[in-house]
């Protein structure tokens, strides 16, 4: 069974508008990170954000952590088509170095 | 500076054949993972190895074998095959000593059981 949870499971904007994706956990987690899947190929790792840090920021990316409610929020800003892609969340347990993934959530820009 | 590399890209199987699939790792790194992902689904993880160990597995049953070779290179096995899985398979690679946790993906194998 998967970690968590994402929401929405798909969204769909227009270009330059601003995408939100939420992922929750459910265990303890040593740090949580975001990748980007395009067309059901590889993973690309986007950022990382640590247990004790409480948000981090790359490039157009925004992310927040809260562990005490166990969920993260991954903020794309003036979003492309190009930004159209599978986003995933993946959190790292105190032991280990495994990937425990949510379900996706599915961007769609417009153009 | 070669990323992940997987081999083949695709491939079709029977139930109750044997299938293996390849792993070359990113430059530098000593470790590599490997993931089941289903259609519409967020990978699984399915084990781990570091010094040609499996250092960690997921739930999955005694079929999924795997197997590190010295130059950190990989290898998945499945046997038996059942139609359940048909699945994309994902090997990622980590280095012990310089950012563990962030894993570099490889473009995947789709296999598909009929």
């Known amino acids: 069974s998967q970690q968590g949870e994402e929401d929405p499971q798909a969204l769909s904007i227009q270009e330059g508008e601003n995408a939100t994706m939420n992922c929750s956990y459910k265990?303890?987690?040593?740090?949580l990170q975001w990748y980007r899947q395009n067309s059901g190929r590889g993973l690309v790792h986007l950022i990382l954000i640590r247990s004790n840090e409480r948000e981090k920021h790359s490039g157009r990316l925004r992310v927040t952590l809260d562990t005490s409610k166990k969920s993260s929020s991954l903020l794309i800003t003036a979003s492309r088509a190009a930004d159209t892609a599978s986003y995933f969340c993946?959190?790292?347990?105190?032991?280990?170095?495994?990937?425990?993934f949510g379900e996706g959530t599915q961007l769609t820009v417009n153009p | 500076d070669a990323g992940v590399t997987q081999s083949p890209t695709h491939l079709i199987k029977t139930r109750g054949q044997q299938v293996t699939l390849r792993c070359s790792p990113k430059s530098g790194h000593d470790t590599v993972s490997w993931y089941q992902q289903a259609l519409g689904q967020g990978p699984q993880f399915i084990f781990q190895?570091?010094?040609?160990?499996?250092?960690q597995r997921g739930n999955f049953p005694d079929r999924f074998s795997g197997h590190q070779f010295p130059n950190y290179s990989s290898e998945l096995n499945v046997n038996a095959l059942l139609l359940g899985d048909s699945a994309l398979y994902l090997c990622?690679?980590?280095?012990?000593?310089?950012?563990?946790?962030?894993?570099?993906f490889g473009p995947g194998t789709r296999l598909t059981v009929t």
């Open positions: 190895y570091y010094e040609e160990e499996e250092r």
């Open positions: 265990t303890s987690i040593n740090n």
């Open positions: 990622a690679s980590s280095g012990t000593s310089n950012a563990p946790y962030e894993q570099y």
């Open positions: 993946a959190t790292t347990g105190t032991s280990g170095s495994r990937l425990t």
